[in-house]
């Protein structure tokens, strides 16, 4: 069945890096964009990014413009969210969203937890 | 990033009928629509109608979306106790070449 497993959260310092991964199955990873949402404990959702599948075809929110780094693999039918200089305010349970251009944001995986702490 | 209105909550009794908004501009919701997601505490988000108001198949038909122009609504009817949940719309925004969200509705049954 269609899937998405995100992985590679925990707890890091200020100012370290981390990459997340979203490994899809059960459906041609080729036809599809992924986008990057996160939600910081008790709070909204926040869009991060979205790539499709030309190599330059990425989009980013302002916030994370510049420090974090969308890419896929897809070969491995996975992506990726490269975060650096990570900041207090980046804890949140990070989420990966298929979207087919017509069929936007659906589904979602279970989220990993990235806790950014001293 | 500027983002989309939501009523930060609405509650409602059971049976009765809620509509949850969502306001944009014409960059966003003015410009394809919205999509509208419900999350329910401790779950991930749920997709419940694309931007085109297409309900996703398994959908109650409950459900129903519409939108005039830069606002955007989920409309549910005959509300049951699972319909307890936190409601988000996110759209497109072309002039941000972003998408954006609605800070969500927590609706209270």
């Known amino acids: 069945q269609v899937q998405l497993v995100e992985s590679g959260g925990g707890v890091v310092q200020p100012g370290t890096s981390l990459r997340l991964s979203c490994v899809a199955s059960?459906?041609?990873?080729?036809?599809?964009?992924f986008h990057w949402v996160r939600q910081a404990p008790g709070k909204g959702l926040e869009w991060l990014a979205v790539?499709?599948?030309?190599?330059?075809?990425?989009y980013y929110a302002e916030s994370v413009k510049g420090r974090f780094t969308v890419s896929r693999d897809n070969f491995r039918n996975t992506l990726y969210l490269q975060m650096n200089s990570l900041r207090v305010e980046d804890t949140a349970v990070y989420y990966c969203?298929?979207?087919?251009?017509?069929?936007?944001?659906?589904?979602w995986g279970q989220g990993t937890l990235v806790t950014v702490s001293s | 990033q500027a983002g989309l209105t939501q009523p930060p909550s609405v509650s409602k009794g059971l049976r009765q009928t809620a509509t949850l908004t969502c306001t944009g501009n014409?960059?966003?919701?003015?410009?394809?629509?919205a999509v509208w997601l419900q999350q329910h505490q401790g779950h991930p988000p749920k997709c419940l109608f694309y931007?085109?108001?297409n309900r996703l198949s398994g959908i109650s038909e409950r459900f129903s979306a519409a939108r005039s122009g830069n606002t955007a609504s989920l409309t549910i009817t005959g509300l049951q106790p699972e319909d307890e949940a936190d409601y988000y719309c996110?759209?497109?925004?072309?002039?941000?070449?972003?998408?954006?969200f609605g800070g969500g509705t927590k609706l209270t049954v």
């Open positions: 014409s960059n966003n919701v003015g410009y394809e629509g």
């Open positions: 931007r085109k108001n």
């Open positions: 996110s759209a497109w925004d072309s002039s941000l070449s972003a998408w954006v």
């Open positions: 790539a499709w599948s030309a190599a330059n075809d990425k």
């Open positions: 969203a298929r979207d087919r251009g017509d069929e936007e944001f659906d589904p």
């Open positions: 059960g459906f041609t990873f080729t036809n599809f964009g």
